[in-house]
């Protein structure tokens, strides 16, 4: 640090008061945004600080307020884009409440999520928003409510002692079976991958329900790798059934856009040899050639509706959990065409 910026740090609130020629509480109102002060009273606080260039020391008043204007944000990966636009609508509402966010990453990995928990306690964040490892149990998560530090669970529901914000996957199957089955296809592959949380149950679930509604075969679930590369290179496990599929509905659009790769690898064309359908709608939906259908799940709905029951949580710590469940909507683009009477 040098010097001058040593010199600034030292410039003390009542410094300021007397400089603005005003009580030392009345700078505190204004620094606080305090619509007790007038205007003229406002500017010349404000100019005060401006010249003396003071630095307002939030750690030390949030230590006052017992509070860090913090909060964690706790997510399974950074590989997948869905998490992104989830965490701008986080950090949408956590702004406007003028907080911050701390995000972490726990690799899927419990033991890691644990100790990130436990860190974020001893750094006294305010709450904290995760999407919970699979291997999280119930009592796990609600040891950490019972320490008094609030917590929502996202899009992975674990337990109902504790505020959730999700996503209705099942609805979102059912729109996307409907769709393929109205182009004609009979023979429709699940591409899943991934260890088996909540979500992947209400998927698959949902995706076997809405086949079994039309009379299809509903275990045409083909697993593949966890990476894009890989799961280009894997497209081929599609044909390697005993029905072979006209379309595939994906578990992410990660698959999706990873299969789209593998199938133009293989001779086939998207939305014409094959129908491809993604679940999320991320932004690169849109930008793939042909453009992918997805089920829209709202990321950035979704984040901000967990960031609203956390801050709601900390404002009342003792009330019942709520839960939140956002509607989905099929996207549709290009990736998709009726189905051919020969097999593919």
Not at 244 to 259: H, S, W
Request: charged share 20%; hydrophobic share 40%; aromatic share 6%.
């Amino acid at each position: 640090m040098s010097t001058h910026d040593h010199r600034k740090s030292r410039i003390t609130l009542l410094d300021v008061a007397r400089h603005a020629n005003v009580s030392r509480a009345t700078a505190s109102l204004v620094i606080r945004k305090s619509p007790l002060v007038g205007a003229a009273t406002r500017e010349k606080v404000e100019q005060a600080l401006k010249e003396l260039g003071y630095v307002y020391n939030m750690g030390a008043a949030s230590l006052r307020a017992e509070r860090s204007n913090t909060i964690g944000v706790i997510v399974p990966t950074l590989g997948n884009p869905f998490y992104g636009e989830l965490l701008s609508g986080i950090d949408n509402i956590v702004g406007e409440a003028e907080m911050v966010v701390i995000l972490a990453n726990s690799g899927e990995q419990f033991s890691r999520q644990s100790l990130l928990l436990q860190r974020m306690r001893e750094h006294g964040v305010d709450g904290v928003i995760a999407s919970l490892t699979a291997e999280t149990q119930p009592d796990c998560i609600e040891q950490i409510a019972d320490w008094g530090l609030p917590v929502v669970q996202v899009l992975r529901h674990v337990t109902g002692k504790l505020d959730y914000a999700g996503v209705d996957y099942a609805g979102g199957m059912q729109q996307a079976v409907d769709y393929l089955a109205s182009l004609g296809h009979e023979d429709i592959a699940f591409a899943v991958h991934g260890p088996v949380h909540s979500a992947y149950r209400h998927r698959v679930d949902g995706f076997r329900g809405a086949m079994l509604e039309r009379g299809l075969d509903p275990e045409l679930i083909v697993r593949v790798p966890m990476t894009m590369p890989q799961i280009a290179q894997a497209a081929p496990l599609l044909f390697e059934q005993e029905r072979q599929p006209t379309a595939a509905i994906c578990f992410n659009d990660v698959i999706a856009l990873g299969l789209a790769a593998g199938l133009y690898d293989c001779g086939r064309t998207v939305g014409h040899d094959f129908s491809l359908v993604g679940f999320d709608d991320v932004a690169d939906a849109e930008a793939t050639r042909p453009r992918l259908t997805s089920v829209s799940s709202t990321p950035v709905t979704v984040g901000q509706n967990a960031a609203r029951l956390l801050l709601e949580r900390i404002a009342e710590p003792h009330r019942a959990p709520q839960q939140i469940v956002s509607k989905t909507y099929l996207k549709i683009r290009q990736s998709c065409g009726p189905a051919k009477a020969f097999a593919i």
